[in-house]
């Protein structure tokens, strides 16, 4: 059966249980700096200290990261095992705002449902009450994402060919140099810059 393509204004099946499927058993849940920042501010520590207790770098992907997934479950590090609720959920990646949405184009706000979750049959919500909740993160970070994508896919075919020195010191520009009490888009988009004149 197609699935139906959704914009921003769609209803649809979305509702949560708090079954915690989307928190274990699950693939890499991949951070951009934006999330790195938020999620560091939010613990009320260091973003070093965030990298090193609740990160691990994505094989064959560098130099994307990811949380750690705790056990045979893979649990989310950042998941209560005993609530199933989310400890950061005010400051979520965008990848566990978008679950069970699948993008098609983030740019455009066309996402598929993949009825992953429980729901109830009878209640329908709209992407945009989905995405946005009271915390609004998929309209704040939105467009600092699609920079953060379009910097991954760009540098792909090149970071292989960089020395690991070189691509240590880059990671350190894209997730670590950053001053948690100034804007933090504004020094991603510098940070960004200034790693593409090392790539490059």
Not at 91 to 99: A, N, S, T
Not at 147 to 176: H, P, Y
Not at 182 to 194: A, G, V
Request: net charge positive.
């Amino acid at each position: 059966m197609e699935k139906e393509i959704l914009t921003m204004k769609s209803k649809t099946n979305l509702s949560c249980k708090i079954c915690d499927r989307c928190c274990k058993y699950r693939g890499d849940i991949k951070l951009t700096p934006i999330n790195v920042l938020e999620i560091s501010k939010f613990l009320k520590i260091e973003i070093k200290e965030f990298l090193e207790k609740y990160t691990y770098e994505v094989k064959e992907e560098e130099p994307e990261i990811a949380l750690k997934g705790i056990g045979e479950e893979r649990r989310c590090i950042l998941n209560d095992d005993k609530t199933f609720k989310c400890k950061i959920h005010k400051v979520k990646p965008i990848q566990c705002i978008m679950f069970p949405l699948m993008p098609i184009d983030v740019e455009k706000d066309l996402f598929i449902n993949m009825h992953t979750c429980p729901v109830d049959e009878n209640k329908k919500t709209s992407v945009n009450k989905w995405l946005n909740g009271n915390n609004k993160i998929y309209k704040r970070n939105k467009n600092i994402y699609l920079k953060w994508i379009e910097f991954i896919e760009e540098i792909q075919t090149k970071w292989k060919t960089l020395s690991k020195e070189k691509q240590n010191e880059i990671k350190k520009i894209i997730f670590e140099k950053y001053n948690q009490k100034e804007n933090y888009e504004k020094q991603i988009i510098e940070n960004l810059k200034e790693a593409r004149k090392m790539i490059y």
